[in-house]
């Protein structure tokens, strides 16, 4: 499954720094073990795993090996669970705790089956129970792993109000801040809002304005530029990158699109370590979107297994492997 590591480094030890921390999202299927230690190489600082359900890690010794991989280098982690209660959550964190540095309480994942399920977005209409799962974390965990939330905004930020305290978002972040809450990530638009909509940048600064943990901003970060405006804007402690990172993983260095060395070494960062063909051929093909003509993309994104993607790339970038 995952080896444990020799020496952790907290998320709290980079916010300490001063400086804004540069963040990989958490993302379903795709911020995995290859990805993660390819984008550490790019000026990431802090790495999420993908969204892992907490009853199934568990309950389930297969869902733990296949859902997370790790190693010594591959730190500081954050694991994000979805957990429906306490339990589940604090069984599960306690069964990590000694391979991640911090244990993440997803509390913004908009799909309708996680509404249905009671997870995600539909914690943030329940502070009271995001309350009791730190609290259960934390004392399973103990101080040297964090513990976070990763939430989106309600609906009543989007308002010009006098009243700050009336507001359900700053309501929520302050009770459960009074937790012992580490840090918290916040995606600056609600469950309903589209990702073509703008990110809500004052629904940001308003929760920075309301606690005293770092906060970590999320949406739309395509640029390294795009990360230095949000953080000017917002004096949040990081910056936390997913659809752009996907398409560009080495945004963060300042680069405008993926270097064909940063594709180079996914593949054999994925060769080595061995990876999902659907994961390792869609994150190839957000990759080289921009590199691409339509005909290209067309031809390469109806490849259906490795040999033809290793083919492809040799014969038409010159992919060399080792």
């Not at 990989?24 to 990431?44: I, Q, T, W």
């Not at 399973?140 to 978002?169: F, M, P, W």
């Not at 937790?179 to 469950?191: E, N």
Request: glycine share 4%; aromatic share 8%.
């Amino acid at each position: 499954m995952f080896e444990e590591l020799g020496q952790k480094v907290s998320p709290l030890t980079l916010f300490e720094s001063k400086r804004c921390v540069n963040v990989c999202a958490p993302m379903v299927r795709y911020s995995k073990l290859p990805f993660r230690e390819l984008v550490r190489g790019y000026d990431v600082d802090l790495c999420y795993t993908p969204m892992i359900l907490s009853a199934d890690f568990a309950a389930s010794k297969y869902a733990r090996d296949s859902e997370l991989t790790t190693n010594i280098k591959d730190t500081p982690l954050v694991i994000q669970f979805a957990a429906k209660n306490s339990k589940e959550l604090s069984d599960a964190a306690e069964l990590v705790a000694k391979y991640v540095s911090g244990i993440d309480i997803n509390c913004g994942c908009p799909q309708k089956w996680a509404i249905n399920e009671g997870i995600g977005a539909r914690l943030m209409e329940k502070p009271e129970f995001v309350r009791d799962m730190v609290r259960a974390v934390k004392s399973r965990v103990g101080t040297e792993v964090t513990c976070s939330v990763k939430i989106r905004v309600h609906a009543d930020l989007r308002q010009v109000t006098k009243n700050k305290s009336l507001l359900e978002t700053v309501s929520f972040v302050q009770q459960v801040e009074s937790t012992g809450l580490d840090f918290i990530a916040v995606h600056g638009r609600t469950r309903r809002q589209r990702s073509s909509e703008p990110v809500n940048l004052d629904a940001i600064k308003l929760v920075k304005e309301t606690v005293s943990i770092p906060v970590i901003a999320n949406g739309d970060v395509f640029s390294v530029e795009d990360a230095q405006r949000i953080q000017s804007y917002t004096g949040v402690d990081g910056v936390m990158s997913a659809r752009g990172i996907l398409e560009n993983p080495a945004l963060f260095s300042g680069h405008k699109r993926t270097p064909w060395a940063c594709v180079e070494k996914f593949v054999r960062l994925s060769l080595d370590y061995g990876n999902n063909f659907f994961i390792f051929h869609h994150h190839l093909i957000y990759m080289l979107e921009k590199v691409m003509s339509n005909a290209e993309s067309k031809a390469f994104n109806t490849l259906t297994n490795t040999p033809a993607v290793l083919d492809y790339l040799e014969e038409h970038y010159g992919l060399k492997l080792y």
